[in-house]
């Protein structure tokens, strides 16, 4: 099955720098990638995702880069904001039925 | 948008005791909804895919006898604990994927289930 690695499991940055989040996944058939911010015990939001047709994409501050051929995807924040902090979760999926999740970021930005 | 709700938001149980959670699609049709664990400060545990009219399909490790999932509709599904025990304390989160093009799944808010 699929295994999705996430680096790194914490990140502190100062507000107004920019944050990268990578996530490695072993199945060469997955073809959608999604990015999930979770805030504390609530749940997680999608805030981009990501198809293997596509190499990049950008929404405001946060955009995600794909390489399929080694096989990692990573997520961009620009410009930081203390609302951002929270934990981020990528995932990977093949036919839409089965997601697995990397393990996690927990994202701390400091004013 | 979406939206996916649970309930109930926050269980609390003896051992021994079956608990029920519900996972309903309020504003679209689920083809697919999604059951997960999740641990304090960890990530999303996948536990059972489940379609709707058809039996779950669980992962490796998880029992389904104990973990009882049953897709009635295109807009609720839900979790039974059976037998539950102190380890099966737990943030459970379901998600819903609508049969589009979109792989996109909602989740719902998360039910925790504390068992004593």
């Known amino acids: 099955g699929e295994n999705v690695e996430q680096h790194p499991s914490t990140l502190s940055v100062q507000e107004g720098d920019s944050a990268v989040i990578k996530c490695t996944y072993s199945?060469?058939?997955?073809?959608?990638f999604p990015w999930y911010k979770q805030e504390l015990g609530k749940r997680p939001q999608l805030i981009i995702d990501?198809?293997?047709?596509?190499g990049e994409k950008k929404d405001q501050r946060i955009a995600v880069t794909l390489n399929k051929t080694a096989k990692h995807f990573s997520l961009h924040i620009t410009e930081t904001q203390p609302e951002d902090s929270a934990v981020y979760f990528c995932?990977?999926?093949?036919?839409?039925?089965?997601?697995?999740f990397g393990t996690g970021t927990s994202l701390t930005v400091i004013p | 948008g979406a939206v996916v709700s649970q309930h109930p938001s926050w269980v609390i149980c003896k051992s021994g005791t079956s608990v029920k959670i519900e996972c309903r699609s309020l504003?679209?049709?689920?083809?697919?909804m999604f059951w997960y664990r999740q641990f304090p400060k960890q990530s999303l545990m996948l536990m059972a895919t489940?379609?709707?009219?058809?039996?779950?399909?669980?992962e490796q490790g998880v029992e389904k006898d104990k973990f009882l999932i049953n897709h009635a509709s295109l807009t609720l599904s839900t979790l039974t604990v059976t037998s539950a025990h102190p380890e099966d304390s737990s943030f459970y989160i379901c998600?819903?994927?609508?049969?589009?093009?979109?792989?996109?799944?909602?989740f719902g808010p998360g039910t925790r289930l504390t068992v004593l």
């Open positions: 998600s819903a994927r609508w049969g589009g093009a979109t792989d996109t799944q909602y």
């Open positions: 199945d060469s058939a997955s073809n959608y």
């Open positions: 990501i198809r293997s047709n596509v």
């Open positions: 995932a990977a999926s093949d036919t839409g039925n089965q997601f697995y």
């Open positions: 504003d679209f049709q689920a083809t697919t």
């Open positions: 489940s379609n709707e009219g058809s039996k779950a399909t669980y």
